[in-house]
């Protein structure tokens, strides 16, 4: 099924925004100023703000948080209504070539190909997954893949709204929001886009030269 409108993923956003945003008031309200005056969002305040009386400071922190709070909220949903809008892609061509760098030996650069998009992902340093890294980069610059991931998140929401990602896609399919994760391995990748509905799925490697083809 396709949602016109992602309702579920944004009510439940917009619930862990507005949960955050009362344990953060209740903080700066029962804090030592001391304490508040050592955190890094007070740092963000002009020297007008600072010299005002503190618990003028405490509401400015307060006001603070809840614009920001609303910009997240309405920047996500903007984000939401993209995705619906986009077709979902019948096959992705995932291709991953590797340079080797001086400092840290072979970085990845991948290409993602679908819904008529070409994106783009690179990983470089040590120390992590680069492979999946830099193909998660791709994946998530590309809406016709994501429609696919938010859709199938928002049905298992409408079925239970306290569902994870975890739980009804599977390891590296996001956390609050769906999005394919940096870092985890590409096999949980693979299995994600079988969870997805893939009808074909192949991995192939090469010695500098990756490909991934999904077929929906």
Do not use: H
Not at 64 to 79: C, M, P, S, V, Y
Not at 106 to 135: F, H, M, V, W
Not at 187 to 213: P, R
Request: hydrophobic share 30%; proline share 2%.
């Amino acid at each position: 099924m396709q949602y016109k409108e992602f309702k579920q993923i944004k009510s439940n956003y917009k619930k862990d925004i507005l949960k955050d945003q009362k344990e953060f008031k209740n903080m700066i309200l029962t804090k030592p100023f001391e304490e508040i005056a050592k955190l890094w969002i007070y740092d963000k305040l002009t020297k007008t703000q600072k010299a005002k009386t503190n618990k003028e400071v405490r509401q400015i922190l307060i006001n603070k948080r809840i614009k920001e709070d609303n910009k997240r909220i309405l920047d996500f949903f903007t984000q939401c209504d993209l995705i619906a809008k986009t077709e979902p892609c019948n096959d992705i061509i995932i291709s991953v070539s590797w340079s080797k760098n001086k400092t840290w030996g072979y970085n990845p650069t991948a290409e993602i190909r679908a819904g008529g998009q070409l994106t783009t992902g690179n990983a470089s340093g040590c120390g992590y997954d680069k492979l999946s890294s830099a193909i998660s980069y791709a994946l998530n610059k590309n809406n016709s893949v994501l429609n696919r991931l938010y859709n199938a998140y928002e049905k298992a929401l409408r079925k239970d709204k306290t569902i994870s990602l975890r739980q009804a896609i599977g390891y590296g399919s996001g956390y609050k929001t769906p999005y394919f994760e940096y870092g985890v391995g590409y096999s949980c990748f693979q299995a994600i886009f079988t969870e997805l509905g893939a009808k074909t799925n192949i991995w192939q490697e090469g010695k500098t030269f990756d490909a991934m083809t999904i077929q929906f």
